[in-house]
Nanobody, 125 residues
Framework: QLHLAESGGGSVQPGGSLRLSCAAS????????INWFRQAPGKDREEIAC????????YYTDSVKGRFTISKDDAKRTVYLQMNSLKPEDAAVYYC??????????????????WGQGTRVVVPS
């Protein structure tokens, strides 16, 4: 059974750091791209970073470039999102999703079927 589970969310002061993890089971990371999204209250789900399955190439949306870093450990089947210099506007529920078509970025999250349950990041203003 294919499964994703995020962890690592929490509350952090502006300027602080968090590392999110996305643990995969039931499939190899090399066969999928893993895409990180976030959704703030009242806003659409936004793709912020991804890492391709085979080559490990990465993508970041402009708002997180230079602050967030995506990486993966194929042996642990885990993808990480290191988030530094956090801002109040980064507060959201963060989700990881697996794209079997290995699109990075995915372009349209609505076709993705495999998602984690989400982990909340709070950055008070």
């Amino acid at each position: 059974q294919l499964h994703l589970a995020e962890s690592g969310g929490g509350s952090v002061q502006p300027g602080g750091s968090l590392r999110l993890s996305c643990a995969a089971s039931g499939f190899r990371l090399a066969d999928y791209s893993i895409n990180w999204f976030r959704q703030a209250p009242g806003k659409d789900r936004e793709e912020i970073a991804c890492i391709s399955g085979y080559a490990g190439s990465t993508y970041y949306t402009d708002s997180v470039k230079g602050r967030f870093t995506i990486s993966k450990d194929d042996a642990k089947r885990t993808v990480y999102l290191q988030m530094n210099s956090l801002k109040p506007e980064d507060a959201a529920v963060y989700y990881c999703a697996a794209d079997p078509f290995r699109n990075c970025p995915s372009g349209d999250y609505r076709y993705l079927e495999l998602w984690g349950q989400g982990t909340r990041v709070v950055v008070p203003s």
